[in-house]
């Protein structure tokens, strides 16, 4: 029986491919061996340039320190901004020359791979702790990409979590200059780009998990196994081209991108179909997938081509909201004209250095129709300018193509769309996306294709839980012989002759549905976990909006906050029973917004109220939109990761359908795992429709979670298996092998991503898993779970080795933040302090309460907290003040530390206290190096002194998470 490989034996063959494909394998031990090599490789690179400014094709020490000047002690980002740069080094003679770190042309980079290189204090000073790197490939010198392998059948996210350990810990100096990782169990590999040390707030970041990718072939083939990818994503050719073509360092932020394949594919084959065929087309790329970016980079590919005069970005205007405008500003700063004035496009066009030009399509038409602007769209008739239309879909492109098209007589024009409009789809004009992108009868007019079905298998968007609300009973119909189960069914009503919109529209009907959404909101967005999330409702007409808001604005028990928006037409008519025109229940919408977020809003400012609403749906700004009521805004080109639960009141059908369920599925944190749509309208047929027009035919139910039933056997048959490991919660404890740790955590998550889903569905009651594991019984378990997890994070702080340290525990999840410091001493405050027994009683029930939290700081204090309640609260007189009597207890607590620490390291405790305090004010206050200074007097010997410094750094970081308040 064939054994499986181990990382060292996958390693070698690994590195045998590569020099087989053009890398020249060198042996580097360590970080000087790094920059040596470096060094000698650079001057290679640039000998052409040496030769002629000094005669050979070396550098002294001298220059080669104000290169290692230049590229050392920088942030991963703009390292990332040098390696692309050609940089000028005066030489020792007076002369200058460009350095060059990367080129374009794989023939001239220099290719290397080197194995296990060692990275410590000893040879680079900002060295954490000592790590062992799998495999590095270096380009010019530069390590450029790093591999990191596990052997088969380990979770890869392991790999991505000892990279970000990596990250913190060793990768400094020139390994700042990594620009893409690799990790693969031989069987699944992915790749992703390196991350900024610190987000734009400052906060240190790691990689995400929704940004690593798998690689696949033109036609969306995954490429899973390590060999493969090897062969085709590693060639000289193709790693110089995706370091230099299809790579983005935003100029604005400090983020980098690395393309996803289908991206890649779709702006290669566009230009294709321009340079080579002088063809149209479109690309179909699923809703929320990433369009932007593939429209983007093929626009700046175009516009940096000599052979192109200019290229116009057209966006419809009603998508152009500030997140729109924020994304292509942050590619390139100022790049898009978002303003109404038609004098600006034209002022740009008059400029022959502006060769991109992002703007709207209605401004775009107006140029053309004006007289005034002639002369200067005259001169653009036989140039060759390009279109690229984002949502090429919307009538309006289709509306104004043909004047374009007449006009601009040299033009090709590139389409993006999540749905196109298909013959099924078509509307009024009857034309479909093929029909105005038309390539001839022997050219498919879609230039790529990548639907939710690949999105969705590649994790770049969500599957959908769909949950059909039952609305409308045959009790309400004065009818004999009607099927109960079918009295929803719109086609069943028509043939029965019943007026299923009267149904709908009934004031019963609409507060039961309205109490029905109050009463499990808190259900869908706010799942397990801490994390929550906002919700849209979609109602059929502003009426029903209205009196949905109005039931709603006077139901509210918990206080939800609610808002609503909508367009008016001036001079409408009244519709039956429709007491306001829209504006005056706009204004009535606007008014109750500005009373709950302290704005002030009014229909002269309808566009603010718009952005604001959308800024808050997204939680950009606080507090959110928890529930916004519409009857069409919203529900297409707005992308928001923490809007998750679409409710619907309304009939839908194909682009309309899907474009408004991705509302919902934008990838973000673990608590997220799909987006969920509540309707209360049966609109099944409709949605399966659409959903297998716009996958390929594909079936429909692939995008949709199971049934809740489903979720109950998985539940079951996961708690059978933890059972397995540990019959009991109390067995638990007695894993003290970290191997038999590393099975209960996986077999437990497993337990805690089922119970999240379960737990979505409006029916979901405890009593349905009482008899598989209790809430107590799943409380327990989860306490051990967390106890591993504080424990592996001990060892990370202090560098000892833990096969857990790389374990995805996904601790979003199972974190309530419920059981908190000030939720454990209103207990206390609450306990009748004058009845000693009761008093006993009460304190063994707050005593588990925090063995069972789940609150990051309240496990930090635990200890502290129960050594308070057992050693000090029983004499506190029975008036005194809790909280008071508490900061008192750990001011003593935290002064006791102190000493213990400087008596048992022989150095005062005021240099300690000292450090504590400049840390607790600035956690970035505290270096080695200034501790250094601090104990320098001391003269502590070199062995001492790096013994007290690693002490310090633990003592001052652990004191800072058991004595600060929560949150800070």
Known sequence: MPRAQSEYEVEDIFIDKLTTMGYDYVQLNNYDDVIKNFRIQLCKLNEKVLKEAKGEAKLSDAEFDKVMLRLDGHTVYESAKILREQWVLELDNGKSVYLEFLTEDSTRNIFQVAHQITMDKTHMKDVVYKNRYDVTLLINGLPLVQVELKRPGVEINEAVNQINRYRRFSFKGLFRYIQIFVVSNSTQTKYFANVNERDMDGEEQNVLKSLVFYWTDSVNKRINRLM????????RFNITEMLTKFMIIKKTEPTLIVLRPYQIYSVKRSIDRIML????????????????????????TLRDDRRIDKVFFLIDRKDLDDQTVDEYNSFDPGCVDATDSTKELVKMLEDSSKKMIITTIQKMA????????????????????IFIIDECHRSQFGKMHAEIKKHFQNANYIGFTGTPIFKENKGATGRTTADVFYSGDKVDACIHKYMIKEAIADGNVLRFSVEYMRSISAKQIQKEGLDPTKIDDPEYCKQHHIDIDELYHDPQRIAFVADDILKNLNRHTHPEGKDVYTAIFATDKIKTLMEYYHYMKNHNPDGKKIAAIFTFTANEDLDEGQDKYSRQYLEECMKDYNETFGTSFDIETFDGYRKDIAKRLKQKDLPQVDLLLVVDMFLTGFDSKATNTLILDKNLVWHNLVQAYSRTNRVSKVTKQFGQIITYRNIKKAQDDALKLFSGDGDPNEYLLESY??????????????????????????????????????????????????????????????????EQNYADYK???????????????????????????????????????????????DINRNNKEEMEKSIDLVLREIERSDNEKMRYKQDIMKNFITTRFFDLDPDEDIEAAFEQY?????????????????????????????????????SREMIRNQIKSLNLGLLKTTKIINDLQIFIEDMFDKFTAEGN
């Open 228 to 235: 493969e990818f090897t062969s085709d994503f590693l060639t």
């Open 783 to 829: 306490g051990w779970y967390l106890t591993f997890y504080d424990e592996m994070k001990k060892s990370e702080k202090t560098g000892k080795e833990s096969i857990l340290a790389d374990i995805d525990f996904n601790i979003e999840l199972v974190r309530t933040d419920k059981i908190n410091v000030v939720y454990i001493l209103n207990l206390l405050k």
């Open 366 to 385: 107006n140029a053309l129709r004006n007289k005034r602007y002639t002369d200067i769209m005259d001169t653009y008739k036989t140039k060759k300018c």
């Open 277 to 300: 065929s002088n063809m149209n087309g479109f690309n179909f790329a699923c809703t929320g997938s990433g369009k932007t970016i593939s429209s983007y980079m093929l626009a700046t």
């Open 890 to 926: 750990e001011r003593e607590m935290l002064e006791s530390s102190i000493k213990n620490f400087a008596e048992d390291h022989g150095i005062s405790a005021e240099l300690v206290s000292d450090l504590l305090n400049k840390y607790f004010t600035d956690e970035n206050s505290i």
């Open 709 to 774: 039933e489903y979720y109950l056997s998985e539940y079951r048959k996961q708690c059978e298996d933890l059972r397995q490991i540990t019959p009991t919660p109390d067995d638990a404890g007695e894993l003290v092998d970290e191997n038999q740790q590393r099975d209960y955590v996986f077999a437990f998550r497993k337990i805690a991503h089922t119970l999240a889903v379960l737990k979505t569905f409006s029916k979901f009651d405890w009593d349905d898993i009482d008899a598989i594991l209790d």
